[in-house]
T-cell receptor
Framework: DGGITQSPKYLFRKEGQNVTLSCEQN?????MYWYRQDPGQGLRLIYY???????QKGDIAEGYSVSREKKESFPLTVTSAQKNPTAFYLC????????????FGQGTRLTVV | DQQVKQNSPSLSVQEGRISILNCDYT??????FLWYKKYPAEGPTFLIS?????DKNEDGRFTVFLNKSAKHLSLHIVPSQPGDSAVYFC?????????????FGKGTKLTVNP
């Protein structure tokens, strides 16, 4: 079955540690996105990528890093520089054609203690 | 600067009545608009979309209207059902800086009461 998979669903980390969230898709989509959801804030764009080895910052990229070494994979690293890392993180993918919908993973709830 | 705005954080309607969710955008480069439905602790799922060359798109109980001059769109659900209770996100896409960007509003929580 085709889809987009985020793992793990729940993640706990100590303050000051970097943590990497996984996002894999087998939909052959060129574009991939990372969003963060906080209560009352909707979905805010962290990073997005439209092609392998290329990515752009979204609206809240500070404290995050990404890589796009393979078309299927777009991991997000939450670094110790991110001041408020506890949130629900969503990964999405879409084909490049204009106006196509994005498909979302099930999300990762990151809690930093 | 919020480019996609959903000014109503919540909406409550009776089962069988119409639900109207509103969305405004500020950036003229957006030319495609989408509505997503989201349940807690899950990823959003696509509901319906509309291109800027149209002013209406209908799919079953869901209709999206676009007023390009007012930079406003709305989602109508009729008749509303209790299973429609969820958070609805409006999203807009367009080419910016050579890349296709997808921007979301803050969402509106819809509650349909039996």
């Amino acid at each position: 079955d085709g889809g987009i998979t985020q793992s793990p669903k729940y993640l706990f980390r100590k303050e000051g540690q970097n943590v990497t969230l996984s996002c894999e898709q087998n939909l052959n989509h060129d574009a991939m996105y990372w969003y963060r959801q906080d209560p009352g804030q909707g979905l805010r764009l962290i990073y997005y990528s439209q092609i392998v080895n290329d990515f752009q910052k979204g609206d809240i990229a500070e404290g995050y890093s990404v890589s796009r070494e393979k078309k299927e994979s777009f991991p997000l690293t939450v670094t110790s520089a991110q001041k408020n890392p506890t949130a629900f993180y969503l990964c999405a993918s879409s084909i490049i054609s204009r106006g196509t919908e994005a498909f979302f993973g099930q999300g990762t709830r990151l809690t930093v203690v | 600067d919020q480019q996609v705005k959903q000014n109503s954080p919540s909406l409550s309607v009776q089962e069988g009545r119409i639900s109207i969710l509103n969305c405004d955008y500020t950036n003229s480069m957006f030319d495609y608009f989408l509505w997503y439905k989201k349940y807690p602790a899950e990823g959003p799922t696509f509901l319906i979309s509309i291109s800027s060359i149209k002013d209406k798109n209908e799919d079953g109980r869901f209709t999206v209207f676009l007023n390009k001059s007012a930079k406003h769109l709305s989602l109508h659900i009729v008749p509303s059902q209790p299973g429609d209770s969820a958070v609805y996100f409006c999203a807009a896409s367009g080419r910016q800086g050579g890349s296709e960007k997808l921007v979301f509003g803050k969402g509106t929580k819809l509650t349909v009461n039996p």
